[in-house]
């Protein structure tokens, strides 16, 4: 990974010259749950400008790390990032915690993220990811292998976003996807069996012939369920 890490940066700084400020690294890769095969290298440039030609100097190294199988780099300049700072305050809260400083100065630390429209986010994150979650599995083929891609496609963000649930209601916020997980559980009362099978399987701690596929995804949309309602009713009334 460091190989990848240095080889990228070099392209970028390469195409982007003095118009590239900073890179960052944020997410799994720096929490410690990277896993290869199920989680991403995100990263996160700082730029002078953002014109068309500006992207385009940084193409080849955007395409280039694509064709690794990552997504492309998150561009903003310095203003702009601090500017939606309070629309992005559950992606920026979880860089400000968890990122390392790839090239350039670390911006992050420092970055003030508002919290006034973090509940707000929260709230309609979680409604709309649990939405898609359901006509994911309405209209996907009923198969093991189907229901196993549900769950690990989107295992990562509901993670997040309980940690980010928690932090609304006055929790402390974990640092991990298990930690997460099983707070959110206490504080709701919901089956977590579903959602510690996926984190099983991506930790490398149970293998795929161990999971009852189905039981898994009946308890996962049950907890998706449960968590979303509970957030929303308390949320209300604070």
């Known amino acids: 990974m460091e190989a990848k890490l240095t080889d990228y940066v070099n392209r970028l700084r390469h195409g982007g010259r003095a118009n590239l400020k900073a890179v960052v690294l944020y997410g799994s890769a720096v929490t410690g749950e990277f896993r290869a095969g199920h989680s ?16 385009e ?11 690794q199988g990552n997504h492309p780099p998150l ?11 309070d ?5 920026l809260l979880d860089m400000k915690q968890s990122h390392r400083i790839l090239f350039g100065e670390d911006f992050l ?11 707000l986010q929260v709230e309609r994150e979680l409604r709309t990811n649990w939405l898609r979650l359901r006509q994911t599995v309405l209209t996907a083929p009923l198969s093991h292998n189907a229901h196993l891609v549900i769950m690990s496609q989107s295992v990562s963000a509901f993670c997040a976003l309980f940690r980010h649930a928690l932090l609304a209601l ?17 504080f709701t009362g919901a089956d977590p069996s579903g959602f510690n099978s996926m984190l099983d399987l991506r930790e490398g701690t149970k293998k795929l012939g161990q999971i009852d ?13 449960i968590v979303t309602n509970e957030v929303d009713r308390r949320l209300d009334v604070m």
């Open 170 to 186: 006055g929790q402390p916020m974990p640092p991990t996807k298990r930690e997460a997980v099983a707070a959110i559980a206490a």
């Open 75 to 85: 561009v903003f300049t310095l203003d702009e990032l601090t500017r939606a700072a």
């Open 57 to 67: 100097e940084l193409h080849p190294a955007a395409e280039w790390w694509a064709r």
């Open 213 to 225: 596929v189905e039981g898994s995804l009946n308890s996962y949309v049950e907890f998706v369920e």
């Open 40 to 55: 991403d290298l995100n990263t996160l440039c700082i730029v002078g400008r953002a014109t068309s030609q500006d992207l």
């Open 109 to 119: 630390t420092n970055l003030d993220v508002p919290l006034r429209q973090h509940r």
């Open 87 to 91: 629309v992005f305050a559950i992606e």
